[in-house]
C-alpha cells in the first residue's frame, strides 16, 4: 500500500502515544517522510532502538520496517520537525479533570512551538479528542504566537483507532472525518489519505470535534445499556447473550458493542462520556442520559463483586485465581479498567489475588496494592476458592475444565465477559456465574 511520489507529503506526527505512534507508522507505510516527535526521551530512544512503548498487535513490524527505508524517524525537537513538514499532527494527551472538563496544556504548548516555527504553509491537524471549539482555539494561539507572515490552517480529523486492533483500523476505517476551514486544508487531507478506500466527510471544525464525542459516547451508551438489561436478565434468569445476539440482528441495532460485561474502561470512552456531559452542561443542556451511562458502568464491578459475595458467603481469607488486568484484550493499558476496580473491590474485602495477564502484569504492579500474587499463568492450585475471568483474552477459553474437575472440585467460576463455555463449566460440576446469565 504505498502511494505516487506526488501525493507523499512530509509530515510531523507530536506525541508518540497510541494514536500518534499507529499513525506515524501507518503515515509511513502509505509512503509519507514521517518524524515523530516525542518530549519523553527514553520512550524516543527507545523507538530509534526498536523497543515499542506499549503493546499494539503489528505495531513493531510498521515501526522497523518504517524506520528501515527511512520513511520513518524519531526526535524530541518540535521546532527542527515541524519546519521540514508540510502538515503536522497533533496527537498529544488531553486528560481529564476532576471536574469533568479536558486539560488542554500539552495541546497549546505544542500548539505554540508551532506557531514560532512557522517557515512555510503549514496545516496544522488535531487527531487529539478535544472538546468542540478547541480547533478555533488553536486557530487564535497560533495567530497571536506566530512570527513572520506565513500562513497556516488548522484542521481536525479525529481518530477512531481500538487499541488492539489499531493498525487494522487505520487501514481500513469506516469513515475519514476532515473537519476544515479552508479548501486547501481538505485537499491536503485527501492527498495525505488518497491510498485508503473509504467515506470521506468533509465538515467545518466545530462538526468535526464534535463528531468524537458523539460516536464514544454512542458507544458506551450501547454498552451501559446491555449492561442494564443484564441486570434485568440476572433478576429473570434469562440470557443476556441470546437477548444480545436477537436484538443486534436487527440490522438498525447492529452486533457490535452489544458484549454485557464488568463494564467498559480505558482511557477513551470513560473521559469521553464525562467530558461531552461537561461541554453538554457549559452549553446549558443537561444531557442526563450520559449520567446514567455513566452510572450505570460505575455500578458494574459492584454488581459482580456482589453476586461472587453472595455465593462465598464471605470475601475474606478466600483465594481468587483472576485472569486478566487489561481494560480489554490484546493490550496492555490497564487505565480505567473495569478489572481493576474488581480487583480492588475484592482486595478491600480481605480476599487474596493471584493475578495474571499475557501484557498488562507490569503495569498492574505500579497501581495494585495488598494481598496481590503476580503469576506467569493462570494460577489453577486446589487452594483458589474462585476463578475469575475479568479480560477475554482468547488463550482464557482454552482452560481445560475437564481437567481441572479433578484438581479442583467445586470451584466457582466467575465469567464477568461472558467468554468461558457456561455449558462445558456447569456440566463440569462447577459452580458459575456470568453477567446477565
Ligand atoms: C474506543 C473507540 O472504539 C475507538 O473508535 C476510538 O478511536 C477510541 O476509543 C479513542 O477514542 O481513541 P478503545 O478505547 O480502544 O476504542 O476500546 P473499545 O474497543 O471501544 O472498548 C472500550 C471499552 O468498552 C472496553 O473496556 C471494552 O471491554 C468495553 N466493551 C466494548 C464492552 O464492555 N462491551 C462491548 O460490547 C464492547
Redesign the pocket.
Known amino acids: 500500500m504505498s502511494i505516487k511520489s506526488k501525493t507523499a507529503k512530509n509530515i510531523c506526527v507530536i506525541g508518540a502515544g497510541h494514536?500518534g505512534l499507529v499513525a506515524a507508522a501507518c503515515f509511513a507505510h502509505l509512503g509519507h517522510k514521517v518524524i515523530c516527535v516525542d518530549n519523553n526521551k527514553k520512550r524516543i530512544n527507545g523507538l530509534k532502538k526498536g523497543i515499542m512503548p506499549f503493546y499494539e498487535p503489528g505495531l513493531e513490524k510498521l515501526v522497523i520496517n518504517g524506520c528501515k527505508k527511512e520513511k520513518l524517524s524519531f526526535s524530541f525537537s518540535i521546532s527542527g520537525s515541524v519546519k521540514c513538514s508540510d502538515l503536522i499532527f497533533i496527537a498529544v494527551g488531553t486528560p481529564p479533570m476532576p471536574d469533568g472538563s479536558v486539560d488542554l496544556i500539552a495541546v497549546e504548548n505544542v500548539v505554540k512551538i508551532i506557531a514560532n516555527n512557522l517557515n512555510d504553509y503549514k496545516l496544522i491537524v488535531s487527531k487529539s479528542?478535544v472538546p468542540v471549539n478547541t480547533g478555533k482555539r488553536l486557530l487564535k494561539i497560533i495567530e497571536n504566537n506566530k512570527k513572520g507572515k506565513n500562513s497556516f490552517d488548522v484542521a481536525s480529523n479525529p481518530?477512531?483507532?481500538?487499541?488492539?486492533k489499531a493498525i487494522f483500523d487505520f487501514f481500513h476505517p469506516d469513515r475519514l472525518i476532515f473537519g476544515v476551514g479552508s479548501q486547501k486544508a481538505a485537499n491536503l487531507l485527501h492527498e495525505v489519505y488518497s491510498k485508503i478506500k473509504t467515506e470521506k466527510i468533509v465538515t467545518d471544525i466545530n462538526t468535526a470535534e464534535m463528531i468524537k464525542y458523539a460516536?464514544?459516547s454512542f458507544?458506551a451508551m450501547k454498552?451501559s445499556y446491555?449492561n442494564a438489561i443484564s441486570c434485568l436478565s440476572d433478576k429473570l434468569g434469562a440470557d443476556i447473550k441470546k437477548i444480545a445476539h436477537a436484538i443486534g440482528a436487527d440490522k438498525r441495532i447492529g452486533f457490535?458493542?452489544?458484549?454485557a460485561?464488568i463494564?467498559?474502561?480505558?482511557?477513551?470512552?470513560p473521559k469521553?462520556v464525562q467530558a461531552f456531559h461537561y461541554t453538554a452542561k457549559k452549553l446549558g443542556y443537561d444531557f442526563r442520559l450520559l449520567d446514567e451511562v455513566q452510572k450505570i458502568n460505575k455500578n458494574q464491578p459492584k454488581l459482580f463483586v456482589k453476586r461472587i459475595e453472595e455465593r462465598l458467603g464471605t470475601l475474606k481469607g478466600k483465594n481468587f485465581s483472576v485472569c486478566g488486568l487489561s481494560?480489554?484484550p490484546n493490550t496492555s493499558d490497564i487505565r480505567f479498567s473495569?478489572a481493576i476496580k474488581v480487583i480492588n473491590l475484592l482486595l478491600a474485602k480481605k480476599a487474596a489475588v493471584y493475578v495474571y495477564d499475557p501484557q498488562a502484569i507490569d503495569n498492574s504492579k505500579k497501581i495494585l496494592i495488598g494481598n496481590v500474587t503476580y503469576c506467569k499463568k493462570p494460577y489453577l492450585k486446589s487452594d483458589i476458592d474462585c476463578l475469575c475471568v475479568l479480560t477475554e483474552w482468547a488463550e482464557f477459553e482454552k482452560i481445560d475444565f475437564k481437567k481441572l474437575k479433578k484438581q479442583i472440585p467445586g470451584l466457582l467460576v466467575a465469567d464477568g465477559r461472558n467468554t468461558l463455555n457456561r455449558e462445558k463449566i456447569i456440566s463440569n460440576g462447577f459452580g458459575y456465574i456470568g453477567i446477565g446469565r
Do not use: A, Q
Open positions: 494514536v479528542t481518530e477512531f483507532l481500538r487499541e488492539g460516536s464514544n458507544l454498552v446491555i457490535d458493542f452489544l458484549n460485561g463494564g467498559y474502561g480505558g482511557f477513551c470512552f469521553d481494560f480489554k473495569p
